[in-house]
């Protein structure tokens, strides 16, 4: 079992910056891809970005060059840099991982419980 809790989210004015992270812990055998979706009000759920155990990164096209997907495969954690944020970006932001577990190691998603993003003058 695989336990995901973020943090980072808030309010802050178009413009502005917040950095989001999730921290895995639990019983795995290892983390593979991890990343974040993000849900806003009245709207369905996006994948906003992935980054896989090797490090490659793969974003939607509405946060290219503003949002940074890192990982600390030590600490196992994923960090969400997010730069010039606008109002569109408002949105609960979760994390997930797909993780092997068990002793067959078979992989699952497993999924956060979200954090408010709210970006408003």
């Known amino acids: 079992q695989v336990h995901l809790v973020e943090s980072g989210g808030g309010l802050v004015q178009p413009g502005g910056s917040l950095r989001l992270s999730c921290a895995a812990s639990g019983s795995f055998r290892s983390i593979n891809a991890m990343g974040w979706y993000r849900q806003p009000p009245g709207k369905q759920r996006e994948l906003v970005a992935t980054i896989a155990r090797a490090g490659t990164t793969t974003y939607t096209d509405s946060v290219k060059g503003r949002f940074t997907l890192s990982r600390d495969d030590a600490k196992n954690t994923a960090a969400l840099q997010m730069s010039s944020l606008k109002p569109e970006d408002t949105a609960i932001y979760l994390c997930?991982?797909?993780?092997?577990?068990?002793?067959?190691?078979?992989?699952?998603?497993?999924w956060g419980q979200g954090t408010q993003v709210t970006v408003s003058s």
């Open positions: 997930y991982t797909d993780a092997a577990t068990g002793t067959r190691g078979l992989q699952y998603r497993y």
